[in-house]
């Protein structure tokens, strides 16, 4: 058995051409409603992706799920029977009573309810903490987490920032925009049960370019974003984020040949509106 799975996703792309050789806030809690607080991170007013990268860096995690199915151990993760997976994510929301993290479904597909399963989170400035399922949408591919702040140093907190969702993001966005990825370093097994992993996190980005703002992915039978631009395993669940720092879309996969596809906004904005804020 294999002792990880790097994820980023291998698709198949239909656009007017078909591709070949593809691998692979804080947010106040009103109803219904998302407000930027204290919490969210810095949008710039001027393009500047170094800025960008910088501010959105603090909304970056690294997620790590280990499956206990067949191993007698439920607590050894660094024993080579337990099979996992690392991809990445990021911060939608931080208040009193949670922390809840976006990323891809196929990311935590070990996890359930029961929370039988580990699942780790490693935020940007190194700190781990051990996260629960809020909610997920396979045929989305999108999955929601949630760590009690309670377990945070309140230092450790204040470093901390959620993305910006608006009603404004996907409309900034064209073909032919600058995006940019978060890339993290992998961590390993043994960091993790230390809780405390630097220098790992968002260590950099890729820069790239909207082909087409709304592609047709014939594997998925959806619209979605279509970017040219580097991704390396592990990658996803990563916000994409344009020059400016707004999140506009999270990754789903990537191809040999720098193409890649995120899942658009409103479809990430709309689940976590009607699963995480409206679910309460």
Same mark, same amino acid.
């Given at each position: ?136 949408? %396979? ?6 987490? %949630? ?9 450790? %907190? ?38 405390? !992993? ?16 709304? !592609? ?17 395993? /592990? ?17 789903? /996969? ?24 409206? !679910?309460?």
């Amino acid at each position: 058995m294999r002792e990880y799975n790097y994820y980023i996703k291998k698709i198949k792309i239909s656009l007017l051409v078909v591709l070949t050789g593809i691998l692979l806030c804080s947010c106040h809690k009103e109803k219904g409603n998302i407000k930027p607080c204290d919490y969210s991170m810095t949008v710039l007013e001027n393009a500047n992706v170094s800025e960008a990268f910088e501010n959105a860096k603090r909304t970056e995690v690294q997620i790590h799920v280990f499956d206990f199915s067949l191993s007698p151990d439920k607590n050894d993760i660094t024993n080579p029977s337990v099979s996992g997976c690392f991809g990445s994510g990021n911060i939608f929301l931080i208040d009193e009573e949670r922390i809840i993290i976006g990323t891809n479904y196929h990311v935590i597909k070990y996890l359930d309810y029961s929370n039988e399963n580990k699942c780790y989170v490693t935020f940007f400035n190194g700190v781990t903490k051990e996260a629960k399922l809020q909610c997920y949408d %396979k045929d989305l591919d999108i999955a929601f987490l %949630k760590i009690d702040p309670k377990h945070l140093d309140e230092e450790v %907190k204040k470093e901390l920032k959620s993305v910006v969702l608006d009603d404004v993001s996907n409309d900034r966005l064209s073909d032919n925009s600058i995006i940019f990825l978060i890339h993290s370093k992998q961590i390993e097994r043994s960091a993790l049960l230390e809780k405390k !992993a630097e220098d790992k996190v968002a260590d950099t980005s890729f820069t790239g370019i909207v082909i087409q703002k709304e !592609a047709f992915v014939e594997s998925l039978n959806k619209n979605m974003l279509y970017i040219n631009c580097y991704v390396e395993d /592990g990658m996803s669940g990563t916000g994409t984020f344009d020059e400016y720092g707004n999140y506009v879309g999270m990754l789903e /996969g990537g191809t040999e040949d720098k193409m890649a596809v995120s899942i658009s906004y409103g479809d990430v904005k709309k689940y976590f509106k009607n699963s995480v804020l409206l !679910a309460e």
